[in-house]
Each structure stands twice: as C-alpha cells, then as structure tokens.
C-alpha cells in the first residue's frame, strides 16, 4: 500500500522544487523527520545540500531529526530563517494574527503607534519600539525593494513564543510584534517590535533579545531585489542555524 505524504516548501526550497508543495508516496505512514529528509534529499539529489540544512516543522513545530511523523500531520520543510537561493518566487499572501492581536503577520503597512499602543498599560512605566526598515545600498549594491514570505501560522506562534520568552526572563515584561510579508519598499517598515515593562533597563535589554530571537526561530524570509538580480539573505545567526536551540551570544 502506498501512503503519500504532503509537504510545504517555502522561499528558496520552494524556488528550487519549483512549486510551494510536494507530494511523495512511501509504503510507511510514518517516518522519522531524518527519514524524511533522506527520502527527499534521494528522490531530489540537486537538492539534497539545500534539504539537510532545512528544519522540519510538524504541526506548526520545528520537529528534531528523531522525532516521529505521520502523513496525517501538517509538514513544512523551510530553510535558514531569512534564508534560501537566489532565483523568482511571489511571496505568500497569508495574513495570521494571535488570538489577543499582538502577534501580526500581515501585507499591510505597520505603525510603530499602532504596535507601541498594544503593550502600554498603566503599571508600566517604560516602552520601547524597535522599527526594521529597508535600507537602499548594503556593502556597496542598491537595494531596489525586499519581499518577505513567511510560514504565517507558525510564524504567529513562533512569535508568542518569544513574547513568552521574554516575560520568563525580564518578568513583567509585555511583548507585540508586527510583521509584513509581501513588497517593502525602500525606507518602509518591515518589522515592529514593542516592549514594555515597569522599568526601563528591562525594556532594552529585552528589545535586543527579541529581535535576534525572531531572526532566529521565527519562519520568515527576506529576498534582496537588486537592479541586477535578486538574493535571499541567510538568518545571520551563525552556522549551523539552529532555531530549536538557546539564542547564542
């Protein structure tokens, strides 16, 4: 009997199988996720290299290579965070947002008023923004526009989970982020980070820890259009990228 097993791809994955889904079958219903990876990376051998470096999400959760899936559970295979391969991909149009609205993946533009506004309440007496842009020249070459895509429901909940993060190690501390997917133009917002708390030192230092968390766990990815081509940018977290481990200092 053969079962067949349905698979996501996103930003460079999905530009090199040339299509955000795939479908194998196997005569198991069920695999380790390092089982899977094999299987794909045998059936895609050009693709193998981009494939072992990818994670595995299983039911909207970055999955270890031991653990056990079922052609049942919803499956994602996503590259770096921020990362991929140089080629043409449209970016997902999915909109999510957290169930109390703090966590917003969206096409719209964003306000940091609009963010800020979420985390200030009376018994806090200090609130941070953290306002990403695109920035037109990097190491010499102009930047024309950014298009991110994301993973929109795990993205939603990779972001509470840093919320949660950060109220466990600064606590008190209330958290809102903003994301947009989709073309952002030069000077735009791509990213709004609020962090409020009763002190103000919490609001740094939790404000910086937020940010790299997201680059890190957070299923997102930026391409670089350029004039005379485009690129999409690795997480800038280290090697190997690890977004089921502790943020490295």
């Not at 299983?58 to 290579?65: K, L």
């Not at 919320?163 to 982020?177: Q, S």
């Not at 890190?216 to 800038?236: F, R």
Request: glycine share 8%; with cysteine.
């Amino acid at each position: 009997m053969a079962y067949t097993w349905k698979i996501q791809l996103f930003a460079g994955l999905s530009d090199r199988f040339g299509s955000p889904v795939i479908q194998i079958e196997t005569d198991t219903p069920s695999m380790t996720v390092a089982a899977l990876k094999q299987e794909l990376a045998g059936r895609f051998p050009e693709q193998a290299e981009l494939v072992r470096i990818s994670f595995v999400a299983c039911n909207q959760t970055y999955a270890s290579d031991d653990t056990v899936i079922q052609t049942s559970d919803e499956l994602a295979v996503l590259p770096p965070v921020s990362g991929g391969e140089p080629e043409q991909n449209e970016a997902d149009g999915s909109e999510c947002s957290s169930a109390d609205g703090r966590y917003v993946i969206t096409m719209q533009p964003l306000t940091s008023d609009e963010v800020l506004a979420k985390v200030i309440v009376p018994e806090h007496g200090a609130a941070i923004a953290f306002v990403g842009t695109t920035r037109e020249w990097t190491n010499g070459q102009r930047t024309v526009r950014l298009e991110y895509e994301a993973y929109a429901p795990m993205a939603v909940r990779t972001m509470e989970q840093v919320g949660a993060e950060l109220n466990e190690r600064w606590p008190g501390t209330l958290t809102a982020i903003s994301h947009r997917i989709g073309v952002v133009g030069l000077a735009e917002t791509s990213v709004v980070i609020a962090v409020s708390s009763p002190h103000r030192d919490a609001c740094y230092e939790a404000s910086r820890y937020a940010i790299e968390r997201l680059k890190q766990i957070v299923p997102i990815w930026k391409k670089e259009i350029w004039e005379d081509g485009s690129e999409w940018k690795g997480h800038q977290q280290g090697s190997p990228w690890n977004p089921i481990g502790p943020l490295s200092n």
